[in-house]
């Protein structure tokens, strides 16, 4: 379990002061997974990094009970100049696994090919995507945290392993996503909101956020 209370955050743009969350409150639940629908630029990133501890509110409190992952796309516990074996090994150490499970299947998942042993450095965007995405499946957690859904990439095998693999880690798992897209949010969310202007509006179903969201876009 995710709960906000009364949790408040904003930031100064250097000309205004940009509120991302107005003293929210909401819960997400073990096998309740949540989607976030917010225009770009509306804080969904910082959501996503609160939920994850890896930035603080400026009021309120964050509570959590459960095993939650890291952000989709969040490289800060990896090094750039060490290869994809070595991160995986010592990412694995991190959260107590076996570091060659998790070198293995980062390796299978990732299909990178000789470049898995290349520094992270050398990677074009999509190869980090894939690594990425490959790192936060390789652990089992009771929520996920995804931002903006799929990494982005043309590699058709790669795109039906981690779809798979994600699907089947959401049959026992939970996942909060934030996305400008309802079609992002379509496949995984039983419930959903819409984050406008510092307020979450919460909703049963997914129709009901988009009929909000496609009114106020």
Known sequence: MIEFQQVSKSYWTGTQRKVILDRASFRVDLGQSMGILAPNGAGKTTIINMMAGLE???????????????????????????????NCRYIARLYGLDPDYVESFCRWV??????FDMPLS???????????FALLLSIEFDIYLIDEGMPATSDVEFNRKAGNLLKERLLK?????????????????NSAAVLRNGQLYHFDTLEEAKRLYDYTA
Do not use: W
Request: hydrophobic letters at 30%; charged letters at 20%.
């Open 56 to 86: 603080k509110p400026d009021e309120g409190t964050i509570r959590k009970t459960s095993r939650v992952s890291f952000p989709l796309g969040f490289m800060g516990g990896v090094n750039n100049k060490h290869t994809a074996k070595e």
């Open 173 to 189: 798992a939970t996942v909060v996503i934030v996305s400008h897209s309802p079609q992002t949010l379509q496949r995984f969310c």
């Open 110 to 115: 990732c299909g990178l090919g000789e470049y």
């Open 122 to 132: 050398t990677y074009s965007s999509g190869m980090r995507s894939r690594f990425s």
